[in-house]
């Protein structure tokens, strides 16, 4: 493969998984939406089970492509490492990114800030829903 190759490859596949992030990042809005909901209307016990179970699974899905979003930059610049002749604009996505092997999608962030970012979501969105009102019969 050449570096053209590379860049339309990997280019699709980020394409995919920004469709993908939006659409999560639109899930986790209804999730927060529920919860200001939660609080206006009050939420019985049942409503509180079943909110905590899609939003845990709301975040887990964000995660995941969080994690595919990073291993597919670092697979990227790996991939373009290791061709014989390279750009200088690829050489420099090369050394900024720092890759130096293939990486499998994580759900745990590689960066400090994106793990205290998704840290405080899931606490944020729990808490919200467990400290709605009951609701009024």
Known sequence: MNEYQIVELYTGLM???AIFMA???FLL???FRGV???HDRGSNLIQKILSTVVSSCVIFFNLGVWGNISSTINNWAFS???????SGAGQAFVTRTGASGYADPSLL?????S???WAVIPFSLIA???MAPNAED
């Open 15 to 17: 394409t995919n998984n």
């Open 23 to 25: 659409v999560n990042i």
């Open 29 to 31: 809005w209804m999730m």
């Open 36 to 38: 200001n909901i939660a």
């Open 80 to 86: 373009m490492s290791q061709l014989e002749e390279i």
């Open 109 to 113: 962030p590689a960066d400090p800030v």
């Open 115 to 117: 793990m205290v970012f």
């Open 128 to 130: 919200g829903i467990w």
